[in-house]
């Protein structure tokens, strides 16, 4: 069955081993070796797979000016799959790219369809969050899409004179004007690095969640059709997985009962993890006998993507769980317990951060 991706939607990738096989992606196994340090969400397979990222590391390995560039939709408050991200980010830095993170203010007005006012709240609640979880706000650039100046709006008329509808069609299927715009706008955010005026950063890595590949394919085209007249090179990009919803679907602010925001009070974060889906058994009894299959459990994806850096203690919890040595309720608790103390530390930095005022230093903030 043909899988089709979708950046605007809200369902959870079943079976990311077929996105080699459909749409050209790589498995980022052969690459792990290869990273300057060490990184958990590698070496899980959280990022799983890439477009070019080994000839993105060459270049970082001979010292030439990279990049890297990702957005945030502002469509609700943040919550631990843009955690995800963020960590992402907090890593590539630490190894030598230059940062620089988009606010799709613009996509989130015309596609979510949210008032301007709410997309640059939460706009800058999630460059706080950034700076809160360890990316040095002295070394990116973070904007919000409609501060930009002309250069950059530029690019997204140019673009649209070399793509048609049918190559639109192709790769988003059915698609709106406000659609063809945001994805020609996210073709100016990843491929504007590029020209001198924004540094002339001519290799650009993208980490984003697989569902965003169909940008990533649009702007591989484009900049394939601009390379002559602007000098543009294709991107590179990283996929990771998403962590998962409390449901077990994709994890969304638009379904607020299943996704952890970083601002949940302590009793709301006990009673969304004490009520998430597991891959336990229907008794304590038959638990213990059978043992569970962490594979299906979204709290096991909280250890495995945020709580257990060390590589002993996850395997000795998916041993247990397998073996039934431990109960739904118990890893729930110890779940909750490490959560908490995680949150309650980063909130701490979050509010010292969380200000206009301090934030203006950093980014121009969009009229209302």
């Known amino acids: 069955m043909s899988l089709r991706l979708d950046p605007w939607g809200h369902f959870a990738i079943e079976e990311y081993s077929k996105l080699f096989e459909q749409f050209g992606i790589s498995p980022i196994d052969a690459l792990i070796e ?7 969400m590698f070496k899980r397979r959280i990022v799983f797979g ?19 560039l990702t957005g945030f939709m502002p469509s609700g408050h943040t919550h631990l799959g843009h955690l995800i991200l963020i960590e992402e980010l907090r890593y590539l830095q630490s ?25 640059i709240e939460y706009g800058l609640e999630y460059i706080a969050h950034a700076i809160a979880w360890g990316l040095d706000p002295e070394k990116t650039e973070f904007y919000f ?23 639109m069609e192709a790769i988003y299927g059915e698609i709106s004007p406000a659609k063809i715009i945001a994805s020609l706008t996210q073709a100016s955010d990843i491929l504007h690095l590029q020209l001198d005026k924004y540094g002339g950063y001519k290799h650009v890595l993208v980490p984003v969640g697989a569902d965003q590949d169909p ?32 449901d077990g ?35 304590a009894e038959e638990q213990r006998r059978l043992g569970g299959d962490p594979s299906n459990c979204t709290v096991y994806e909280l ?8 590589d002993k203690e996850l395997l000795e919890l998916y041993s247990d769980c397998r073996n039934g040595r431990i109960l739904c309720g118990q890893c729930k608790r110890n779940a909750y317990e490490l959560l908490i103390r ?27």
């Not at 290869?34 to 958990?40: A, I, S």
């Not at 890439?50 to 890297?68: I, T």
Request: charge should be positive; hydrophobic fraction near 35%.
């Open 34 to 40: 290869k990273l300057p340090q060490e990184h958990y």
């Open 50 to 68: 890439h477009r070019d990222f080994d000839k993105w590391l060459s270049m970082l390995k001979k010292g030439e000016k990279v990049a890297v």
């Open 95 to 119: 190894i030598g790219a230059h940062v620089k993170m988009a606010v799709a203010d613009a996509e989130a007005y015309a596609v979510r369809r949210l008032p301007r006012d709410k997309t």
């Open 145 to 167: 899409q409609t501060a930009q100046e002309k250069e950059y709006y530029r690019l997204i008329q140019m673009f649209s004179r070399k793509i048609t509808m049918a190559e």
């Open 215 to 246: 940008h990533i394919r649009l702007t591989r085209d484009i900049a394939d059709r601009f390379e002559h007249e602007l000098g543009l090179k294709r991107p590179f990009s990283i996929y990771h997985k998403f962590i998962r919803g409390l």
């Open 249 to 283: 679907k994709k994890m969304s602010s638009s379904k607020p009962d299943y996704a952890i925001f970083l601002l949940d009070d302590e009793r709301t974060i006990r009673k969304k993890i004490m009520n998430a889906l597991t891959g336990g058994r229907p008794t």
């Open 303 to 310: 250890y495995m993507y945020l709580l257990y850096r060390n």
């Open 342 to 368: 995680v949150i309650k530390e980063h909130r701490e930095k979050f509010e010292s951060i969380y200000d206009p005022k301090y934030l203006k230093q950093y980014v121009v903030i969009p009229d209302f």
